[in-house]
């Protein structure tokens, strides 16, 4: 009786450990950030803010799984899009996470803890927004060459400062450039493409956003830095559905290897031999054996995987 008492002891400690690491925490999907708290018998209340709603959700530990819950709707019967979700609580190579796994075992979000956060969590959306827009670019007006620092543009030597137009804390994919004397000023719709980026300049008939329309303007503009992989930012930035929501489900397949190929992963499909094998920055491996994805490059995988195989992916995607 003893020893199954110190069992049961020392279970509860270390579950209580792992409370404490959500608990008191602030945690961030990309587009909210919830607050976690203790709410007793091992269940945390997370809870946000959007557009005025509550949302709300309960972690429900899975007995004998470590740093698993059950997601169950929370004390006030808010919102929650998580529902009926298994979530896992991960620290690995610095980065504390919470991901969130389908009945299907598909990772279809992940909250990141934001004690790391140096902005508030409004500009960290804007920001790894725009690290999807980095590169430079050939612009078709004049011939000369558009670079995206992801802060500002430069074109043709001239530096562009822009501002990013957000709706309620989310990027609208907007941005306004203003006294450059460049055909640029005005407003502009950013679509990120598989080659690049495409600008389709907006004509803004009223205040409200959905009052505004595309001109008859339009730039495509295509990656011209042949030692830049196109995604190269998802091997270090968690993504969430800022980044790859409005891309075409074949764009999103390219996206996921290119993770990959950036590892030298060797591939059996033709057509990623192809389309990888004229990239200057490829260099296959000679055998995929000992290939070894970070933390954060799995997770980003096993994201846009879910994202494709989603049936209503297509009602999002703004590619052409």
């Known amino acids: 009786m ?42 945390i209340l997370m809870d946000a803010i959007d557009e005025g709603e509550e949302i709300e959700l309960m972690l429900v530990p899975v007995a004998g799984k470590a740093d698993t819950y059950r997601v169950t709707d929370g004390e006030n019967q808010y919102t929650n899009v998580y529902k009926g979700m298994t ?76 501002d990013v137009i957000t709706f309620n804390g989310r990027v609208t994919g907007y941005i306004r450039i203003e006294d450059s004397g460049t055909v640029l000023d005005g407003l502009w719709e950013v679509v990120p493409t598989l080659n690049g980026i495409n600008l389709y300049e907006i ?11 595309r001109t008859s303007v339009a730039y495509e503009l295509k990656e011209g830095n042949p030692n830049a992989g196109r995604f190269d930012y998802a091997t270090n930035t968690l993504l969430n559905c800022q980044h790859f929501r409005h891309y075409k489900k074949s764009t999103l397949r390219i996206m996921r290897n290119a993770i990959m190929a950036r590892n030298g992963y060797r591939f059996q499909s033709k057509d990623l031999q192809d389309y990888f094998g004229k990239e200057p920055w490829y260099k296959p491996a000679a055998s995929n054996d000992n290939i070894k994805l970070s933390f954060i490059e799995q997770l980003n995988v096993e994201l846009i995987k879910a994202e494709e195989e989603d049936p209503e992916h297509e009602y999002y995607v703004k590619e052409p």
């Open 87 to 162: 979530s896992k609580h991960m620290k690995k190579e610095g980065w504390d996470v919470i991901a969130f796994y389908n009945s299907e075992n598909q990772l279809t979000g992940v909250m990141e803890n934001t004690e790391k956060f140096t902005d508030h969590y409004e500009q960290v959306i804007v920001n790894r927004w725009e690290q999807q827009l980095k590169g430079t670019y050939f612009f078709p007006e004049g011939g000369g060459d558009l670079i995206w620092d992801g802060k500002h543009i430069t074109l043709n030597n001239q530096i562009l400062s822009y």
């Open 203 to 213: 004509n803004e008939k009223g205040d409200a956003l959905y009052d505004w329309e």
């Open 2 to 43: 003893k020893r199954l008492f110190s069992s049961i002891m020392l279970c509860a400690c270390a579950l209580g450990v792992v409370q404490a690491q959500i608990a008191g925490f602030e945690w961030f999907d990309g587009t909210l950030q919830y607050t976690a708290e203790n709410v007793g018998g091992g269940k």
